[in-house]
């Protein structure tokens, strides 16, 4: 049974920084593409940056690209988004989500698109 499980949210001021981590059990990392969401008070989930199964391929949010990196240690199964530079809008409970299937540019971002799902963490930035 596949469970995800994040870590690493909390209080951060403007322009701090922040990792959180997603333990990821119940099958091999490698064999899944890997993403992260956020959904802040009242807006819709959205997406924010996702890993390929291979590993060699990358995506991020407009919003987040050059601030966030996302990575992955197949030797502990666990997938990070390390966030720098982090602004007020940046707040919200970040989601780690999985699927066996390969992403295309449609649909690595939508969530509806991923079988597995993490409880979140919230993350809160103060200006």
């Known amino acids: 049974q596949v469970q995800l499980v994040e870590s690493g949210g909390g209080l951060v001021q403007a322009g701090g920084s922040l990792r959180l981590s997603c333990a990821f059990s119940?099958?091999?990392?490698?064999?899944?593409?890997m993403g992260w969401f956020r959904q802040a008070p009242g807006k819709e989930r959205e997406d924010v940056a996702s890993?390929?199964?291979?590993?060699?391929?990358?995506y991020y949010a407009e919003s987040v690209k050059g601030r966030f990196t996302i990575s992955r240690d197949n030797d502990t199964n666990t997938v990070y988004l390390q966030m720098i530079s982090l602004n007020p809008e940046d707040t919200a409970v970040y989601y780690c989500?999985?699927?066996?299937?390969?992403?295309?540019?449609?649909?690595?971002?939508?969530?509806?698109?991923?079988?597995?799902w993490g409880q979140g963490t919230q993350v809160t930035v103060s200006s």
């Open positions: 989500a999985a699927d066996r299937a390969d992403k295309s540019p449609t649909t690595r971002s939508r969530p509806d698109t991923y079988d597995y």
């Open positions: 119940g099958r091999s990392i490698s064999s899944f593409t």
């Open positions: 890993l390929s199964r291979g590993g060699d391929r990358t």
